[in-house]
């Protein structure tokens, strides 16, 4: 048996006894007092509250009228495996594998039966192919636009610092687009908006982790330290209130093994 002054290796089992019983004697003076933490959640981070574009004279009324009513639940879809032996965007086609990992995603969408509404697909020739395979899944009616903005790129300076991967030629190239990207795309409902929408968003892993940390309030810096599969779900559901929840981080469990990359 150890006493409290056993020693393991170079390791004294004193200290974290010490440490045990003065907590249980003044825990208040040793745990973070969080009702004084620092970091608070900003209520208004996608300026959709009233208080943002009503007049200032505007009536309660008016001000509720202008209040978000309906919930929006967005799917970012990474893209298939891809070609990359080749530089050109054109050529770095999804391969074989990548087409049978968008088709399960699809599948996967189409399983879950969401009233999906608007597909938004990134220009890039990878994102591109992913995302037609999965329209294919999704109803015949949706709403469909495809855009420069999600196109993959480096957002921010990551910390830590990546030591086999150094794009600061493209921070201040990309960083501003993501950025933008997430703001059009990343937002409470439309007050005029009246039900609950599903959309899927098919872009990048980079984008997707850096959106991810800005919708949570968590610092950007960290995007890099989630990995996110090939076909992989992140689920966010952004509430009326502007509260925001993640739902499903990089879900791939859709994909069987042999399927699931990473490249």
């Known amino acids: 048996m150890l006493t409290s002054g056993a020693v393991i290796g170079t390791v004294s089992c004193a200290a974290p006894l010490a440490f045990a019983n003065e907590l249980k004697e003044s825990p ?3 745990l973070i007092n969080q009702s004084s933490s620092p970091v608070k959640w900003d209520r208004n981070w996608d300026f959709m509250d009233p208080s943002s574009y009503v007049k200032p004279n505007s009536t ?5 009228a202008k209040k978000s009513k309906a919930t929006r639940h967005i799917y ?3 893209h ?3 070609d990359q032996e080749h530089d050109e965007d054109e050529k770095r086609i999804l391969t074989e594998i990548g087409r049978e990992q968008a088709a399960a995603t699809g599948a996967r969408l189409a399983e879950l039966a969401e009233p999906y509404s608007h597909c938004v697909i990134s220009t890039m020739t990878r994102a591109n192919e992913t995302g037609e395979i999965i329209l294919k899944h999704l109803p015949a009616d949706i709403k469909i636009d495809k855009t420069d903005m999600l196109r993959e790129g480096a957002p921010i300076r990551p910390e ?4 086999n991967w150094k794009p600061e030629a493209w921070f201040f190239q990309d960083g501003s687009r993501i950025e933008a990207a997430f703001r059009k795309y990343m937002h409470r409902s439309h007050y005029s908006q009246e ?5 899927v968003i098919v872009c990048h ?3 997707i982790r850096y959106i991810v940390c800005r919708a949570l309030q968590n610092a950007p810096e960290g995007w890099l330290r989630m990995s996110l599969a090939n076909g992989s779900i992140t689920h966010i559901v952004i509430r009326p209130n502007g509260n925001v929840s ?4 990089g879900e791939k469990g859709h994909l069987p093994p042999n399927l699931v990359t990473y490249n």
Request: aromatic residues 4%; hydrophobic residues 20%; without cysteine.
């Open 60 to 64: 309660d009324e008016e001000k509720e």
């Open 76 to 78: 970012l879809i990474r």
């Open 195 to 199: 039900t609950d929408s599903h959309e």
């Open 160 to 163: 830590p610092k990546s030591k």
């Open 80 to 82: 298939g495996q891809y």
């Open 205 to 207: 892993s980079n984008v």
């Open 28 to 30: 208040s003076s040793l």
């Open 246 to 249: 993640l739902r499903g981080l």
